[in-house]
């Protein structure tokens, strides 16, 4: 008999082995993407001090594309720049939480390098 396999725990899986490589300072954060079924999350995270120093979502009043979409995701990418820079932070190491570098992942990667971050 075949068994289903279980997406969310293959993606966390992946997650946890990209964890153990990757990890954000205060000199180089770490950006964070989260997908769910509606909605994008993204957030520049310093895993030493444990803290959150930037971050967006779909949810926020200022983002017009209120969906998981490749729009939405070149809209939240070019935010989470401007929000960044504003913060002065320049470098980020890429989280792509476990998710394929493909689709919404890649855009909202793109719109990000296009805002001015560097990774």
């Excluded at 068994?3 to 990757?22: G, S």
């Excluded at 954060?29 to 120093?53: E, H, K």
């Excluded at 969906?67 to 401007?82: H, V, Y």
């Amino acid at each position: 008999m075949v068994k289903k396999t279980d997406r969310k725990m293959e993606r966390a899986r992946r997650h946890l082995r990209v964890r153990r490589k990757i990890s954000g300072t205060a000199e180089r954060p770490r950006l964070c993407v989260y997908r769910s079924n509606t909605n994008l999350y993204v957030q520049i995270i310093d895993d030493v001090a444990r803290t959150t120093l930037v971050s967006a979502s779909t949810l926020d009043k200022d983002v017009k594309t209120k969906r998981a979409n490749k729009e939405a995701a070149k809209e939240l990418g070019a935010i989470i720049a401007k929000k960044a820079l504003d913060k002065k932070i320049n470098t980020v190491v890429f989280d792509r939480g476990g998710y394929i570098y493909h689709g919404v992942v890649k855009e909202l990667a793109e719109a990000a390098r296009e805002g001015g971050l560097k990774f």
